[in-house]
């Protein structure tokens, strides 16, 4: 059946609210009942509401299921249009919505100050450990560390032992997975110090709780977090080697889980995101590729695993990292965040051993214990796992996951025993040096909203330590991952787990720090230190945005036609049909056939490569844009119908048009994204030019050439004649005033250009300066009548090479 234009209009403003639209919530806190035997975070053990938690829900208790409603939905929404997400492995590898969980963990802050000193206490612990095992490694020599749980741990860099960090410190950034236990005490379940994540995600929760609770929020004097991240910043800062280095975070790229994570983070933070291509040793000094040439990092802040960041002297075959990363580091010439290797630390077994290495290195005892843990390595602590099967979770010795993040790695004793009847003892001796017990935790549990009431469910807290020029801070929250059921196992994101803000709540006001510093404690970089890789995606973002443009200009026009004759054999459909064909988009599998979609989502690539640099009203339009053109490709039909979705969807690629052109800032990542659009769009007429302007041009030809390109009323202005081969060159090709004519493209290609940085300075014009110029003139000295088809392929040719020659350049 087809489809009215109210129909599609109706889809575009409605669809996807409808889709998100949240359930009325009854709001009944008689309804929560805690666990039997399992201490809560908002009940005590008499049932009573604990005195930290009664002003949020006496708030929440007068509101309207309706106002609770709307208030999870805003939340919702700004998580949505911020893009926020996390791609889960599960087959599929699709990314997926950040899964929010609407009512935040709240904690008094008397009791996350002393949570907080047992948690410098373990970083200092973690740093000596560090320094130990890659320095003089006395734990292993007085025997307080055994030595296979080091030299037969994959994650002991050799290459790295004896190298110093610069500054002196190993560990800059790191978290720790923390749970509360049936004794009411806070136990430490794993330390994060490979490349911790999550302060991104934690500082978009704290967004969307607040929006959802602002009223609340600020009466309730919740600690702030900016000052946590702007004191990181300022310690970042002061690693600088010799004043002229840059700060990068180091990413995998897209592919990665965390991706989202690592974009928003440069981008608050306001450092480069920097892949491993972007990067290249010169002279034992680490360089980013930019498009005024190498310039040096001094600071990375890695989110990848070590060894996978020198293909050189780690792991051979990773194609994410720069070779001689490795060597600029033992140089001193880079400070690694965190130090390479020091994913030995979160080594499940040395659970086990760090009440013994507190005392010998802090000459303390621990002031939040770890989860029991044993290594079946020992015959004394094996005994013990197989005495008490019934309490423990047996795993791993090397995993570095807690246990319910371990992807089934980990099993109960219950299920070992049913394995192994009668020959426990004996798998565990065999096996026991690559095995560890664990005391099978029950944790506490915090209220979540399910099925529209409150329901207790276990959770765990990250929370997040930076190094700062006056030591270590801990983080006023971080993020609680809130269990999907009952199950302590069932808490991971893949397994359907939630995340919650954490509030960290004061007796008294508390201070609203920003981000914002003194200007001359802030380096300036230069427009110019743009990354080659970004300055890649931009070009070819402005191509594919401007190519989808195009497209949709001529289908529009197409099926503006058709409905008016309903015969695709009409010479002048004819024609136009066989073009679009030649571009890869063939009218026989819809009529707006799937193909549409192949520059559309190149242009989501592109851009998604580049999120730090990307705004989220830009990425929200651009994505706003793919959804709607995937609507469309399934529902409409030829003629009218179409013709109208063209339309809608040109007026979405204008927005987002409009949002580049009125926000970006106009640096060199401004100029390629430009020189990318004007290109494609000298290419887009130039092609259509030499298609349909010729002298055996069908009827009604010059008339869909005005119309493709917008022209129709500048026509009727400029000449008093009807349309004819000589006025259609003159507007569309040689028109310095006209937007859509190719001389326009060319001459704002040059403008472009010229204001590029001149990475070879000794010359008198580069070549792609001059390229272009060559172009520009050749096109200006011609005539309407002097015009020919032969001219129109050459030109196509020549602004493909023109593409080549700026990637040589610069890419």
């Not at 013990?384 to 791993?396: E, F």
């Not at 041009?697 to 005005?706: K, V």
């Amino acid at each position: 059946m087809v489809r009215n234009r109210a129909d599609l209009s109706a889809d575009l403003d409605i669809a996807d609210e409808a889709a998100e639209a949240e359930p009325a919530i009854a709001w009944n806190a008689r309804d929560y009942k805690p666990l039997p035997g399992v201490p809560d975070e908002m009940m005590d053990a008499a049932g009573d509401v604990r005195p930290v938690w009664k002003p949020f829900l006496n708030t929440l208790s007068g509101m309207t299921s309706d106002d609770l409603a709307e208030r999870f939905a805003r939340a919702d929404r700004y998580l949505r249009d911020a893009g926020v997400f996390y791609r889960a492995y599960d087959g599929q590898d699709e990314t997926r919505s950040w899964p929010f969980s609407h009512i935040p963990v709240i904690i008094d802050d008397k009791e996350w100050q002393s949570l907080a000193e047992g948690l410098r206490q373990r970083a200092d612990l973690l740093e000596a450990m560090m320094a130990d095992f890659y320095g003089e490694n006395q734990l292993v020599s007085e025997g307080f560390v055994p030595p296979s749980l080091v030299a037969g741990n994959s994650e002991f860099l050799r290459p790295l032992v004896g190298v110093d960090p610069p500054g002196g410190h190993f560990l800059h950034f790191i978290s720790f997975e923390i749970g509360r236990g049936p004794n009411g005490k806070w136990w430490v379940l794993a330390d994060r110090a490979q490349a911790p994540s999550g302060a991104g995600f934690a500082l978009e929760n704290r967004v969307a709780a607040a929006r959802s609770f602002s009223g609340i929020y600020s009466d309730m004097h919740v600690r702030r977090v900016a000052s946590f991240f702007g004191a990181f910043r300022d310690a970042l800062q002061s690693d600088l080697l010799g004043g002229d280095g840059r700060i990068g975070v180091l990413t995998p790229g897209p592919a990665n889980e965390t991706y989202y994570e690592h974009a928003y983070i440069a981008r608050y933070l306001g450092i480069s995101l920097l892949e491993g291509e972007d990067l290249v040793v010169v002279n034992d000094k680490l360089m980013v590729r930019t498009v005024a040439g190498p310039m040096p990092v001094s600071v990375l802040w890695r989110r990848l695993d070590a060894s996978f960041t020198d293909p050189l002297e780690l792991n051979q075959s990773s194609r994410l990292g720069t070779p001689g990363m490795v060597q600029a580091i033992r140089a001193g010439n880079l400070t690694m965040v965190n130090a390479l290797g020091s994913g030995i630390l979160e080594t499940r077994a040395l659970l086990a051993f760090l009440p013994s290495l507190s005392r010998r290195l802090l000459n303390e005892d621990l002031k939040i214990p770890s989860i029991a843990t044993w290594w079946c390595g020992q015959e004394q602590e094996r005994s013990h796992v197989a005495d008490h099967l019934d309490r423990m979770v047996i795993g791993p010795a090397y995993s570095r996951m807690p246990f319910f993040d371990d992807a089934g790695q980990s099993f109960t004793g219950e299920k070992l025993r049913a394995r192994r009847p009668g020959a426990v003892e004996r798998w565990l001796k065999q096996y026991g040096s690559g095995l560890v017990g664990q005391e099978a935790v029950t944790l506490s549990t915090a209220p979540a909203f399910v099925d529209g009431r409150l329901k207790p469910h276990p959770f765990s807290l990250r929370v997040f330590a930076a190094r700062t020029r006056d030591g270590w801070r801990i983080m006023p929250g971080g993020f609680a991952r809130i269990g999907a059921s009952d199950d302590v196992t069932a808490m991971a994101m893949q397994q359907g787990g939630r995340a919650a803000d954490v509030w960290v709540v004061s007796d008294t006001p508390v201070a609203r720090p920003t981000l914002l510093t003194q200007e001359s404690r802030v380096p300036r970089h230069k427009p110019a230190n743009l990354p080659s890789r970004a300055a890649d995606n931009l070009f070819w973002l402005g191509r594919y945005i401007e190519r989808a443009e195009g497209n949709l200009r001529i289908l529009r026009a197409w099926h503006g036609r058709f409905a008016e004759v309903d015969d695709r054999e009409q010479p002048l459909l004819a024609q136009v049909e066989a073009y679009l064909g030649k571009t890869g988009i063939d009218l026989d599998d819809g009529a707006l056939p799937p193909s549409l979609l192949r520059d559309i989502d190149s242009a989501v690539f592109s851009a998604g490569n580049i999120r730090d640099r990307f705004s989220p009203d830009g990425w929200l339009a651009l994505t706003d844009l793919s959804k709607s053109a995937r609507r469309f490709v399934d529902v409409v039909q030829p003629g009218d119908d179409a013709a109208h979705a063209a339309t809608v969807l040109l007026r979405k690629l204008a927005g987002f048009a409009g949002l580049v052109h009125e926000n970006m800032y106009r640096s060199t990542g401004w100029r390629f994204l430009s020189i990318g659009r004007y290109l494609e769009r000298g290419l887009h007429m130039t092609r259509l030019l030499g298609e349909l302007s010729g002298e055996d041009a069908p009827d009604g030809a010059f008339d869909i050439l005005l119309e493709i390109g917008d022209n129709v009323m500048t026509h009727r202005r400029h000449y008093n004649v009807n349309t004819d081969r000589l006025t259609i060159t003159d507007l569309l090709a040689l028109d310095p005033q006209n937007p859509r004519s190719v001389l326009f493209q060319l001459n704002a290609i040059l403008a472009e250009v010229e204001r590029l940085p001149d990475r070879n300075s000794h010359v008198q014009m580069s070549p792609l300066n001059r390229e272009t110029m060559r172009l520009q003139a050749g096109l200006a000295v011609m005539t309407a009548d002097t015009v020919s088809a032969d001219d129109y392929a050459r030109l196509v040719n020549d602004l493909e090479a023109l593409s080549d020659c700026l990637a040589q350049n610069y890419l």
